[in-house]
């Protein structure tokens, strides 16, 4: 159970261009998503908090005009990398909060990554 | 000064040893404890869940949490090639949001 996918796993794009990174929960309902972005040997930085049928909160430092985060259902959120620069290539990760089953509530189960590289 | 602080490693050990992993923390508020199992370039796995103080165990896995101490810890037991990855700690407050406070994480290699 508790099981995260991420699509897609990996994707390169021209600068300039916009990506759309999908998250979706497969055996539990999650009002509550997260995305984080995790540089080479470095921990994961968390972007923006995506929560269902309401704007998402963003962190300090993060745009959110050029990350657009939409949560439209209870099993699926979207991070749009607008515009992408160079600069934006990383690896994103997504997690949920299960909230589906009240032991694990507190907790976040990740998806397994979007490599994205902008030339 | 960090919130969670963890060694970053890189730790070496041979299969087959006991290997502890650890991270302390400022924050006397957190009180949901979790360990995460990191392989290169894959999402993190999440090991262990632990709530305020105590010992759980799961197969040769054992997390620790000394509140008084604010010092968590990961044992594992009979470490093998396939643990070498990079070891994560998270922590919570209680009530205050859902947001995860992560250490910056340990590399652990288990060397034949």
């Known amino acids: 159970g508790a099981v995260v996918s991420q699509h897609p796993s990996w994707v390169i794009c021209k600068s300039g261009t916009s990506v759309k990174i999908e998250c979706r929960s497969l055996?539990?309902?999650?009002?509550?998503m997260f995305w984080y972005r995790q540089f080479p040997k470095q921990s994961l930085m968390l972007m923006a908090t995506?929560?269902?049928?309401?704007?998402?909160?963003?962190e300090q430092g993060v745009e959110k005009d050029k990350f657009l985060i939409n949560h439209a259902s209870l099993t699926l959120s979207t991070l749009t990398v607008t515009s992408a620069h160079p600069e934006d290539s990383s690896f994103y990760i997504c997690?949920?909060?299960?909230?589906?089953?009240?032991?694990?509530?507190?907790?976040?189960?990740f998806g397994p990554g979007t490599r994205l590289l902008v030339l | 000064q960090k919130e969670v602080e963890q060694d970053p490693g890189p730790l070496s050990v041979p299969e087959g040893a006991i290997v502890s992993l650890n991270c302390t923390y400022s924050?006397?508020?957190?009180?949901?404890f979790m360990w995460y199992r990191q392989y290169s370039r894959k999402g993190p796995e999440l090991l262990m869940y632990?709530?305020?103080?105590g010992n759980k165990e799961d197969g040769r896995f054992t997390a620790q949490v000394d509140k008084s101490s604010k010092y968590i810890s990961l044992f594992i037991r009979d470490s093998q090639p396939s643990d070498s990855a990079t070891y994560l700690c998270a922590m919570k407050l209680t009530g205050g949001g859902n947001k995860l406070t992560f250490g910056t994480g340990t590399q652990l290699k288990v060397e034949l």
């Open positions: 632990t709530y305020s103080s």
């Open positions: 924050n006397s508020a957190f009180q949901y």
């Open positions: 055996d539990f309902q999650a009002t509550t």
């Open positions: 997690s949920a909060r299960d909230t589906t089953h009240g032991t694990r509530q507190e907790t976040q189960y």
């Open positions: 995506s929560n269902e049928g309401s704007k998402a909160t963003y």
